[in-house]
């Protein structure tokens, strides 16, 4: 599976982004897909995630009323709404897929990776 964010970029605090994730190679549907990020000097963390082909959504409390993953129609591709951005949502955010069929939100369960984009959210 070979993955590829992108959408990032520069924002005022309370604004909104939408991020791209899109996917190709092997099938990948009834993966769980998760998207992460990682602000300088600190670990990458969990973001939000559902299983690729749609279902519940899972969020980090930091998150959650402002990030969302919208139902889309194109199969290949997932996406990540932002909403009301803070300063501390700077960092480059990843897409990955976890070869499971549960619910996985921590980094080492994860077994494809795609290049970051950087979202830069200023005060």
């Known amino acids: 599976v070979q993955l590829q964010a992108s959408g990032g970029g520069l924002v005022q605090a309370g604004g909104s982004l939408r991020l791209s994730c899109a996917a190709s190679?092997?099938?990948?549907?009834?993966?769980?897909m998760g998207w992460f990020r990682q602000a300088p000097g600190k670990e990458r963390e969990f973001v939000a995630g559902?299983?690729?082909?749609?279902?519940?959504?899972y969020y980090a409390d930091s998150v959650k009323g402002r990030f969302t993953i919208p139902r889309e129609n194109a199969q290949n591709m997932v996406y990540l709404q932002m909403n009301s951005l803070k300063p501390e949502g700077t960092a480059v955010y990843y897409c990955?897929?976890?070869?499971?069929?549960?619910?996985?939100?921590?980094?080492?369960?994860?077994?494809?990776w795609g290049k970051g984009t950087l979202v830069t959210v200023s005060s």
């Open positions: 990955a897929v976890a070869r499971t069929l549960g619910v996985v939100t921590t980094v080492r369960e994860y077994n494809y």
């Open positions: 559902r299983r690729w082909s749609g279902g519940s959504i």
């Open positions: 190679g092997r099938a990948y549907s009834g993966y769980f």
